[in-house]
């Protein structure tokens, strides 16, 4: 189940809020514990038991590296927990590519098992880890309860498509939360934005991409130049959107019961640099890269020689971590390569403008890298787009196609920036001097999230709704 169907809607998130708003206050976490547990189960009910069974292990080792009274006693707990957890995670995620390579240049095994990934364990396993090492740096108190353990690794919210929340985050909101009606309405109207970005703009975006870039058919080899290029922007929007859709609506529904997620996108299309970029893109994935692995192997306090090992172990895992497949290890280390250029190269020299071009001309063709785990495939696409197709430069359904859509582009180009954050605030400021600009703040404050959600039921109850495509050429 995830957070943009008619199910999660209209049956589970109704029952949810009932549930929670109703009971009394002692028991609103056990209500979200169980409605988290229920949650995850619904989308392979076996791999429940790994969830439970890898928070106690933490909670276990977490609490024996807080009563240890030697520092090798507090190391070995912590090696341990990270053991269990990653070896858990290699096993699932990696295992059959590991044995499908061995197999490619070996021919042994003969048979490669067939291991389902379990839903959401990229992202709870690492949120352990870090509970795991913040006890051990004492950065955190352990928690004494595994059931509250358990809440916040299996928090619904986030428990599957992230952000990575750090336990420090919402250790207090745990036992300590006040929500406020402000909370409920800021988290229904985070909540309903994200909604709309993934219901209409994803899934519009996502079916053009899949309609000019078709993985695994030969049409990808025979697709016209412009069709290419068109299809990876149409990619390259539905990715961002996609992902930070479900960062928006974990952070709402959080906010609404009081827990206070930290952001996780910030306009990353918006950059002046690929550095600048992994600021402002899946920030609490890159803030426990560097806090659990780049600063405890040095960071950048230490020799050129042994600052790029850091940073190559670093973007190496980086890549690793998004799936396993060589493109993506190659998609890390292609960031790895420009990150290097601009610490000891391009530094700050290139002009304003020319800056935020050349930042995202690198993300686009990165996103060429991640989107084709076939390197036959990846490899057409990449001589295609500078002419070297058999589709040539253009066709008359690309053409339609873009004509179809040039609202859509638009609009995502707009809401990749901060235009609509930053008209809001103009107009509350307005508003504190300006009675017709308080009316029509009020009204917009109060319509907007109305409007978003119910067109993002629309888009989702016809299986094909495109709201752009009524204007177009």
């Known amino acids: 189940m ?93 295992a059959m590519w590991i044995l499908g390579n061995i197999h490619n240049l070996f021919g042994v095994p003969e048979l490669i098992p067939t291991i389902v990934l379990p839903i959401g364990i990229s992202f709870y396993t690492f949120q352990l880890i870090s509970y795991t090492a913040d006890v051990y740096t004492g950065k955190v108190n352990y ?98 959107f996609d992902f930070s859709a479900y960062s928006d609506m974990a952070i709402g529904m959080g906010r609404m019961v009081g827990f206070r997620f930290l952001e996780n996108f910030n306009y990353p299309y918006m950059c002046k640099s690929i550095q600048d970029f992994w600021r402002r893109w899946h920030i609490s994935l890159s803030t426990f890269f560097r806090d659990y692995i780049y600063i405890p192997l040095g960071g950048s306090r230490c020799s050129k020689l042994k600052y790029v090992r850091n940073m190559t172990v670093v973007w190496f895992l980086t890549g690793l971590w998004h799936g396993a497949s060589w493109n993506y290890i190659l998609w890390g280390l292609y960031f790895l390569a420009f990150l290097l250029l601009e610490k000891f190269v391009i530094k700050d020299r290139l002009p304003k403008g020319i800056n935020h071009l050349y930042g995202i001309i690198v993300v686009y063709f990165g996103w060429v890298l991640f989107k084709f785990e076939d390197f036959n495939e990846l490899g057409a696409v990449l001589s295609g787009m500078f002419g070297f197709t058999q589709g040539g430069l253009m066709t008359m359904e690309v053409q339609t196609l873009f004509l179809q859509n040039i609202f859509l582009i638009v609009f995502c180009i707009i809401a990749c920036t901060d235009l609509g954050k930053r008209l809001r605030q103009a107009l509350f400021q307005l508003s504190k001097r300006n009675n017709v600009a308080f009316a029509v703040f009020g009204i917009t404050e109060f319509v907007t999230p109305l409007v978003l959600l119910l067109l993002a039921i629309v888009a989702l109850t016809g299986a094909s709704y495109n709201p752009f495509i009524y204007f177009q050429f």
């Open 2 to 94: 995830v957070f943009s169907s008619l199910i999660f809607l209209f049956v589970f998130f109704v029952i949810y809020l009932a549930a929670y708003f109703f009971a009394p206050e002692r028991f609103k976490n056990w209500v979200l514990l169980i409605v988290s547990l229920v949650f995850y189960a619904w989308g392979g009910p076996e791999f429940l038991v790994l969830l439970v069974g890898e928070s106690f292990v933490s909670w276990f080792t977490a609490t024996r590296i807080a009563k240890a009274t030697s520092a090798s006693t507090r190391r070995f707990w912590l090696v341990a927990d990270i053991v269990v957890l990653l070896g858990l995670l290699a096993y699932f995620k990696y």
């Open 143 to 240: 928690q004494p309860a595994f059931w509250k353990l358990l809440l916040y690794s299996s928090l619904f919210f986030q428990c599957i498509a992230g952000p990575i929340v750090r336990y420090e985050t919402v250790a207090e909101d745990i036992d300590e939360r006040r929500v406020t009606p402000n909370d409920v309405y800021a988290g229904a109207r985070r909540f309903c934005i994200g909604l709309a970005k993934k219901a209409i703009l994803a899934n519009s975006c996502a079916q053009i991409a899949d309609t000019l870039l078709p993985i695994g058919t030969g049409g990808i080899y025979t697709q016209a130049t412009a069709g290419l290029w068109l299809g990876m922007m149409f990619y390259m929007f539905q990715i961002y």
